[in-house]
């Protein structure tokens, strides 16, 4: 019951997810639980995701990570036509081989902005930011860039994943895995 469980989450995810070699990265809501006790949400890259779960990166000084470090718990939504997908799960640093394979498959653009994503950075009036971006563009070849110290990657391994899917023609409805200490518990839900 739960090796099919497992077997059926991976081809749900293998049916809905790029392969992590495509360029064109899903989009996810990473929600997370704060100090203040009110939630906060934004959009991430999904970088990769494997049988340990969902990689995203950041940048270390970000309030999401402030988010994950206090309080190891999020959720993911991933949206598409038809589609959603949310993901609950427990949070952990990735180690440092899954972080520079990250960033090497970053856009160029991506790679330029983990080094000058700073407050320093977005206080500057347009005319300097685009002058110190074309600079540090030009001081730093394609191919010559390593992560920054900050670059830092999360995996959020699943303890729930809700499979929505909707059509026309009928209701929609949810697949929704919950692991257990015997393995992956599986629920039909109303859409
Ligand atoms: C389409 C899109 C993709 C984004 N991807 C990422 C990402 O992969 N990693 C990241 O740190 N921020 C990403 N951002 C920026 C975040 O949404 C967010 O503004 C930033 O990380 C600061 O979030 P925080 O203050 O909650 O930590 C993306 C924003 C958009 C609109």
Redesign the pocket.
């Known amino acids: 019951m739960s090796a099919s469980a497992a077997e059926e989450i991976a081809g749900l995810l293998a049916a809905w997810l790029p392969s992590n070699d495509d360029p064109a990265?899903p989009?996810m809501t990473l929600s997370?639980g704060t100090s203040s006790g009110y939630p906060?949400a934004?959009?991430?890259?999904l970088?990769e995701y494997d049988e340990r779960g969902f990689f995203?990166?950041?940048?270390s000084r970000?309030?999401?990570?402030?988010?994950v470090t206090g309080d190891p718990r999020a959720a993911l939504t991933l949206l598409w036509p038809g589609r959603q997908l949310v993901v609950q799960g427990d949070v952990s640093r990735a180690d440092d081989a899954e972080e520079l394979w990250a960033y090497r498959h970053r856009s160029r653009y991506?790679q330029l902005l983990a080094w000058l994503n700073t407050p320093e950075f977005a206080a500057l009036p347009l005319e300097e930011r685009l002058v110190r971006w074309a600079e540090f563009d030009a001081a730093h070849p394609e191919g010559a860039l390593d992560p920054p110290p900050t670059w830092s990657g999360f995996l959020v391994r699943p303890v729930r994943l809700t499979f929505w899917e909707g059509r026309p023609d009928t209701a929609s409805r949810r697949t929704e895995f919950r692991r257990t200490t015997d393995g992956w518990q599986t629920a039909l839900l109303p859409g």
């Open positions: 990265r989009l997370t906060d934004r959009t991430v890259l970088s995203f990166h950041t940048d970000s309030r999401k990570v402030t988010d991506l």
